[in-house]
């Protein structure tokens, strides 16, 4: 890397935002990142960030809320010096049921997360990123988002969205040096993921042409990669990180 940069990760504190978290301080960028609730876990981010010898913040926010958006924020770009280089939209929520069972509550929270959590972080931090003329976004879909899963209307209306704002923001910001784009993971071994039964398990496993689940390090890789000086001239793509669920 050619400067030392500085990223934003929201829902750093467990799963595949943490690996993104330690894998970005391993290329040498300093981290702020966001947790809702678990400070414990937070923590633990903190000291394998700081073992890669960058300097490291986290910060409670919940980023369903425009407020606390922008309070994160401007703490990141108050810790970073003026700047933001690399923002990864990384925290996500399911609340899973079939379409007749689910409830309003259940879209809400999915889309006040997912797609709303994306787009204040997005708009915020752009505005710095399109002063510097530089700039990383890095939002994060899924497979769902692309072919769709029963059980998951809410969650796959959210990802699929993630997509729609991901190319329309790359379009409107390419000319200043800012790539927007967006990872696309399969089945990951995470909290998010441990809480699905055998049987399921065993049918997605199924659909899997690697025969096995993806691990958080797979993503942060891709993510690394998109922040890095290597895809300068790649936005608006939609990387999948799914051992080919979606071929
Ligand atoms: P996870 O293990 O459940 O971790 C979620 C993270 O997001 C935690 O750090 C959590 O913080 C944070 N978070 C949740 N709600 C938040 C809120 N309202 N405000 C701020 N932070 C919040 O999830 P994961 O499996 O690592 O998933 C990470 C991302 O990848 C999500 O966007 C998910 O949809 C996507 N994804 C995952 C998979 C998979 O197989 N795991 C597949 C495709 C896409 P607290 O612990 O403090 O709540």
Redesign the pocket.
Known sequence: MSEKRCALV?????????AICVKLAECGMDIVF?????SE??EETVKLCEAKNVRVLAVK????KSDECQMLIEKAVEFFGGRIDVLVN?????RDNLLGRMKDEDLDAVLD??LK?TFYMMRGVSKYMLKNRYGRIIN?????GVMGNAGQVN?SAS?AAVIGMTKSLAREVASRHITVNAV??????????AVINDAAREKIMESIPFKEM?K?ED?AETVAFLAGDGAKYITGQVLCVDGGMAI
């Open positions: 929201t829902g750093g504190s467990r799963g595949i935002g943490r966001n947790y809702q609730s678990g876990a937070a926010a919940d980023i369903s990384n925290a996500g929520i399911t997360v997912n959590g994060m879909s899924s497979v769902v969650y990802k696309a993971p399969g089945m990951i071994e995470t909290d998010m993921t993806g958080p993503v």
